[in-house]
């Protein structure tokens, strides 16, 4: 995979990581080519969804894990 590629990713401290994560997001986000791939896969993950509404974790949900990760990662470095 990508770490296998470019292995100094690996020696990244988790700050960095998450920093790299959102300046890749934002460089994909500002393309905004979508291909008939990407969109029969939205168009499937919109069924999916449509199928199972109750199948997702709400933004507070998906925030609070976040937090909670960070601090289990605050607690085992100390």
């Not at 500002?30 to 974790?57: F, G, K, Q």
Request: proline share 3%; with cysteine; aromatic share 2%.
């Amino acid at each position: 995979m990508i770490l296998e590629t470019l292995p100094m990713l690996g020696s990244l401290t988790v700050d960095q990581k998450l920093r790299l994560v959102c300046e890749l997001w934002q460089d994909v986000s500002s393309d905004h080519t979508i291909t008939s791939e990407m969109a029969a896969l939205l168009d499937e993950r919109l069924a999916e969804h449509a199928a199972s509404p109750d199948a997702v974790r709400s933004t507070d949900e998906v925030t609070a894990g976040i937090m909670e990760l960070k601090k289990r990662i605050a607690l085992s470095r100390a």
